[in-house]
């Protein structure tokens, strides 16, 4: 029998993004809103799409060898699984997201030592619980399937635990966060058995790889352009983005060819320095992989 490796992709707000992100790192992904079984163009990979909340119990039990979850549900599962990297979906952000209490604007709920016998509603009841036992707080938690915000400012419940990144939606429902109970990121998991067996170590590492090598190139771009070579060291001094580039004489004498890759967030300010010393046939292009 053929060695298969059983993947867990998260289903809903990581769905689309992971797509693309199997895409550029060079698998073809077909999801159909049909099918929890998605189809890649790979015989060595049978993926399945999980809610992000179950991914690392069925992990965990050897139902799935690998999978892409937050650190949050796998704290909040108590799972033992083997994380295999964080990977870094967003690079417009840190890719950290927050658990907090939150409370309406006006309550006197300072701190968690004034929710003794209140009641807290949430996602993540296991995480909760475990921070009022450290804080030695009795209070009532109960599971929100949903619109948690609206318990508490409806007076349902006296506080709620919620899934934030900047905050902004708790303060347009006038709430107010009181401490912070865990940070959470995106991460590839593995079964313990799986990350034993020696093919299917192998192949996850090659996944992880082209996974890590498309999200290092999201912020990254390729540059080549041409210069005369006694200008060249002008670029490299004045320009540190430029260490270490790929230079390579042109059929035009006293010329050579140079080629880099550099972050996205300064092309803007190098090129015109780059055309200041000299340099012609300026071109940026996009990258798909960055494997370093």
Known sequence: ???????????????????????????????????????????????????????????????????????????????????????????????????????????????????????????????????LAKNKVKADVEFSWGATEAKVTSGLVDAIVELTETGSSLRANKLRIVETLCESSTQFIANKQASQHVWKRRKIAQVVMLLKGALAANSMVGLKLNIEEKNLSKIITDLPALKNPTVAPLAREGWVAVETVIEENIVRTIIPTLKEHGAQGIIEYSLNKLIV
Not at 8 to 27: C, H, I, N, R, W
Not at 63 to 69: A, P, Q, R, S
Not at 87 to 107: F, G, H, I
């Open 1 to 131: 029998m053929a060695n298969i490796l059983k993947l867990g992709l998260p289903k809903g707000s990581l769905q689309d993004a992971t797509v693309a992100l199997f895409e550029k790192a060079g698998y073809k992904l077909v999801v159909s809103s049909r099918s929890y079984f998605p189809h890649i163009d790979d015989v060595e990979i049978k993926p399945v799409l999980l809610r992000a909340q179950e991914m690392s119990r069925y992990v965990e039990d050897g139902t799935l060898d690998c999978g892409i979850t937050g650190a949050d549900w796998i704290m909040e599962n108590g799972s033992k699984i083997d994380v295999v990297t964080e990977l870094q979906y967003s690079k417009a952000t840190s890719n950290k997201v927050r658990w907090v209490l939150a409370v309406p604007e006006d309550c006197g709920i300072r701190s968690v030592k004034d929710l003794k016998g209140k009641k807290i509603a949430t996602e993540v009841v296991g995480i909760t619980r475990k921070y």
